[in-house]
T-cell receptor, first 113, second 115 residues
Framework: GENVEQHPSTLSVQEGDSAVIKCTYS??????FPWYKQELGKRPQLIID?????GEKKDQRIAVTLNKTAKHFSLHITETQPEDSAVYFC????????????FGSGTQLTVLP | KAGVTQTPRYLIKTRGQQVTLSCSPI?????VSWYQQTPGQGLQFLFE???????NKGNFPGRFSGRQFSNSRSEMNVSTLELGDSALYLC??????????????FGPGTRLTVL
């Protein structure tokens, strides 16, 4: 089955700096890669996603890049703000009749004011 | 559209008991997946239902079961509760329409505590 590894597990940045979280996946058939943000006590919220036919996607301060050859994808947050502090999860899903999200272990991002 | 809802939000049970959790997906969504979230194991897939059929199952013991109704609402049941079943149980729904995305939208979760 799919295996997703996520690094780093914790990340502290100064407000205004950039943050990068990296994930690798094992199943070359995986074709959809969402990123979720989970604030303390709340549900995971989708913040951006990318499909295997796209190399990069951007939404304001957030961008995701995908390298299918190397089987890794990354989340980039620019101009970080204190409200970006949360746990971020990457995930991968394999196409087919049965869809199962396999999650990375999460990154606790802390933006220091 | 209303989001994914889960009931109850909190549950306290004792070892050996059983529990049933409920999930109502976003209107029009036919796929419901369940996940267990714990500090040690992260987010782990339990199972996925589509049109009342279980399509996929994660690596959990048979004490964990589920079902889906014709209106796409889903329930999961855990029998013979163990201390290690204490977790946040999340359900997520997706549309699974032809040409649609696989985006899964999560409910607020049910916090289960086993004493």
């Amino acid at each position: 089955g799919e295996n997703v590894e996520q690094h780093p597990s914790t990340l502290s940045v100064q407000e205004g700096d950039s943050a990068v979280i990296k994930c690798t996946y094992s199943d070359s058939a995986s074709n959809y890669f969402p990123w979720y943000k989970q604030e303390l006590g709340k549900r995971p919220q989708l913040i951006i996603d990318i499909r295997s036919n796209v190399g990069e996607k951007k939404d304001q301060r957030i961008a995701v890049t995908l390298n299918k050859t190397a089987k890794h994808f990354s989340l980039h947050i620019t101009e970080t703000q204190p409200e970006d502090s949360a746990v971020y999860f990457c995930a991968a899903i394999t196409s087919g009749s049965a869809r199962q999200l396999t999650f990375g272990s999460g990154t606790q991002l802390t933006v220091l004011p | 559209k209303a989001g994914v809802t889960q009931t109850p939000r909190y549950l306290i049970k004792t070892r050996g008991q059983q529990v049933t959790l409920s999930c109502s997906p976003i209107s029009g969504h036919r796929s419901v997946s369940w996940y267990q979230q714990t500090p040690g194991q992260g987010l782990q897939f339990l199972f996925e239902y589509f049109s009342e059929t279980q399509r996929n199952k994660g690596n959990f013991p048979g004490r964990f079961s589920g079902r889906q109704f014709s209106n796409s609402r889903s329930e999961m049941n855990v029998s013979t509760l163990e201390l290690g079943d204490s977790a946040l149980y999340l359900c997520a729904s997706s549309s699974q329409r032809r040409g649609g995305t696989d985006t899964q939208y999560f409910g607020p979760g049910t916090r289960l505590t086993v004493l």
